[in-house]
């Protein structure tokens, strides 16, 4: 089987470390969907808009080719040294590297890159290839008696994320703060004396973590940086 994207994910996280480990209602993290040029028609998204949220499917596009070969992994929110099984976790290092995620509708742009979809929730990199996209119908995709495994019997660890510097302008702080609050460091490391650095939207963030505390120590553009 062959399949071919029909649109492409544009965002701010130009690498992985960041990114949402998993989708949700991030409020201010937007993706657009730009749709490749056989698909830039109105007709495509014909009575999309009656629906809040959508189903995306997606390409693990940056995942280096074996990344698949174990069968089991280790969940980010157990620690990083527990092992479960491949197919009992949302690991990208998959048989086949598919992605599924479901995404918030916030609105449709128009313009020349014709109709775009503007959503909220989406966990994936600037790039990653888009191959399908489905409306989700709660009465058909909720399930509020399911069962979630180690996800309910392990808490998720969020941080207070402080500034230490002005806030510069023009810098998305707001979607900063979305993004740290969420601890992205890998599970296994906590070094209090480790300066950790992040890019996001053009712009370079530098921040240590202590305890519960997050600390943003320096924030600058991408393009004064190269410019050194």
């Known amino acids: 089987m062959t399949i071919e994207p029909i649109a492409y994910a544009r965002n701010g996280f130009t690498d992985k470390f960041g990114i949402p480990r998993q989708a949700g209602e991030q409020s201010h993290l937007r993706t657009r969907i730009v749709f490749c040029k056989s698909y830039r028609n109105e007709d495509a998204i014909r009575g999309i808009e009656a629906f809040s949220h959508l189903w995306l499917v997606w390409g693990f ?3 280096p080719a074996g990344g698949h070969s174990s ?5 980010p929110r ?3 040294n527990e092992r479960v099984g491949v197919f009992a976790t949302r690991s990208p290092f998959r048989p086949n590297p598919i992605g599924l995620t479901s995404v918030r509708l916030l609105g449709i742009e128009r313009g020349a890159e014709g109709p775009v979809l503007v959503v909220a ?21 909720s ?25 510069p302008a023009d810098c998305p702080a707001d979607e900063l703060n979305e993004i740290l609050v969420q601890d992205p460091r890998p599970a296994y490391q906590d070094a209090p004396e480790r ?9 370079n963030v530098h921040f240590r973590v202590v305890g519960d505390a997050l600390t943003i120590e320096n924030v600058k553009l991408m393009c004064e940086i190269t410019k050194k």
């Open 61 to 63: 596009h940056a995942v």
């Open 71 to 75: 069968l089991t992994v280790r969940p």
């Open 78 to 80: 157990l620690g990083g």
């Open 121 to 141: 929730g989406a966990d994936m990199l600037d790039g990653t290839p888009i191959y399908d996209i489905k409306p989700y119908v709660s009465a058909y995709d």
């Open 143 to 167: 399930h509020p008696d399911s069962r979630n495994g180690f996800v309910d019997t392990t808490p998720k660890k969020t941080l207070e994320v402080q500034w230490a510097v002005d806030v």
């Open 195 to 203: 300066i950790y650095g992040l890019d996001y939207a053009g712009w």
